[in-house]
């Protein structure tokens, strides 16, 4: 499982290359093909509305929706800050992100970076939803659904880090999912986020119990062992210092809430598969 969440993740972060970014709702709106122009018009602007996507068209289908047609910006193929149209009016949209996960890289170094002054700023203030998804198209464990969630994290601890979260329910499901992870930039929180949406998917679907396969220690660990030591102390640690990842395990301690979860730790299904491959190994040369 963990092998596919990695390749989608993979493939993710390489269609990410050609990217638009749309403006619908900022200083000026349009087009653009990089971050940080799409930066520059939405940092500090009163509810921003932007959102990255694969093609150009869909970019200008975003910046044009719910538009008058008197405003719509500029021609189909224009793109950039030298051609994108201005628009400065009272456009108020709800704030946008959505962007392709990055390559595998994972590194226990935190550091936050530019993007997540930009995260503080927006409100989201969205409500998870899904579509329904019917009882068997999840497996189950006894009474428990079961998930694998992982996050991943490129040049973890530098100021370009970009990170993506990856949720899998089984072949095909509707709910699988591999998305750019939203605010500060790093493997742990990429972790913690997978599990919150793992978790926010199945109470989407009435689920009661569920089992969460992550290869995070440091995920399962923070939840079920240092979480509440960590709430006593005022949220530091036994060394005294601040826990860096409060809002983030806030976050996954309220969505656990109202649903039972048992976490697994997916290294033990890595090391089961290695004992298996040995012993077929061992029994395929065995002389006696």
């Known amino acids: 499982m963990l092998r596919w969440l990695v390749a989608v993740l993979s493939h993710s972060c390489f269609a990410s290359k050609g990217m638009f970014y749309a403006v619908r709702n900022g200083r000026?709106?349009?087009?653009?093909?990089?971050?940080?122009?799409?930066?520059?018009?939405?940092?500090?602007?009163?509810?921003?509305?932007?959102?990255?996507?694969?093609?150009?068209?869909d970019a200008w289908a975003f910046v044009r929706s719910d538009l008058p047609a008197q405003q719509q910006p500029g021609p189909a193929g224009a793109h950039g800050p030298a051609r994108v149209s201005q628009e400065n009016g009272s456009q108020r949209g709800e704030p946008e992100i959505n962007a392709l996960c990055c390559n595998t890289c994972k590194r226990p170094y935190e550091q936050s970076t530019g993007e997540e002054h930009i995260a503080k700023r927006v409100k989201h203030d969205e409500v998870y939803s899904a579509p329904t998804v019917s009882e068997d198209k999840f497996s189950y464990m006894g009474e428990f659904a079961v998930v694998y969630t992982d996050g991943c994290c490129s040049g973890n601890g530098h100021s370009r880090a970009r990170a993506g979260i990856g949720v899998y329910w089984g072949p095909g499901h509707p709910l699988n999912t591999s998305e750019r992870l939203p605010g500060r930039q790093t493997n742990q929180r990429a972790e913690i986020h997978a599990a919150c949406k793992a978790i926010e998917q199945a109470k989407s679907q009435n689920i009661k119990k569920?089992?969460?396969?992550?290869?995070?220690?440091?995920?399962?660990?923070?939840?079920?062992?240092?979480?509440?030591?960590?709430?006593?102390?005022?949220?530091?640690?036994?060394?005294?210092?601040?826990?860096?990842?409060k809002e983030d395990f806030e976050r996954l301690a309220n969505l656990s809430k109202d649903i039972e979860i048992q976490w697994v730790s997916t290294w033990f299904l890595l090391i089961n598969d290695i004992l298996n491959m040995l012993l077929v190994k061992t029994d395929k040369y065995d002389c006696n």
């Open 28 to 57: 000026r709106t349009g087009v653009y093909r990089t971050w940080a122009e799409c930066q520059e018009q939405v940092n500090k602007f009163p509810s921003a509305s932007f959102k990255k996507f694969a093609t150009e068209k």
């Open 210 to 245: 569920l089992i969460i396969y992550t290869d995070s220690k440091f995920t399962i660990n923070g939840i079920t062992s240092w979480v509440d030591n960590w709430k006593t102390n005022g949220w530091r640690t036994s060394s005294g210092r601040s826990v860096i990842n």
